[in-house]
């Protein structure tokens, strides 16, 4: 099962940084799935909406765009060309700086914020991208 990174990617477009979602992110679901584990399987649910939750989110950076994806039936994506994202915010609660997880808000030119929850090494992500996004504008010189 290819990704829907790897199916949307154009000609000479390569992926610089994939990101994904922190455990951490889904921690109440895995703490109730093995609460209610006992209560005939219950908490199999819980486990299965996490995984679902982790492997239905793909985020990368391209040599030309910022691509997110969430869900697995129903799928929703952002797709912003590096050229006009204005800025990635990096969101941190105490716990996760500690556990190096947060929420990225990009702000795209004409465009509303697009926060992205559970971020795993939220920081990397933001330094891909602005790597990425030097690049394109030295190309561009």
Not at 35 to 58: C, D, H, N, Q
């Amino acid at each position: 099962m290819s990704s829907y990174v790897d199916e949307v990617l154009v000609p000479g477009e390569r992926v610089v940084h994939l990101g994904r979602t922190s455990l951490w992110s889904v921690w109440h679901w895995l703490a109730l799935g093995l609460i209610l584990l006992p209560a005939f399987g219950l908490g199999l649910v819980f486990w299965v909406m996490a995984y679902v939750r982790i492997k239905s989110t793909e985020l990368a950076v391209t040599t030309k765009r910022v691509i997110v994806k969430h869900g697995f039936i129903r799928r929703n994506t952002i797709e912003i060309n590096i050229s006009k994202v204005e800025s990635i915010q990096v969101n941190q609660s105490l716990l996760g700086r500690m556990l190096d997880f947060g929420t990225l808000v990009i702000a795209g030119t004409g465009a509303s914020h697009a926060p992205i929850a559970g971020i795993a090494e939220p920081l990397a992500f933001r330094r891909a991208f602005v790597e990425a996004q030097d690049a394109v504008q030295a190309g561009a010189n």
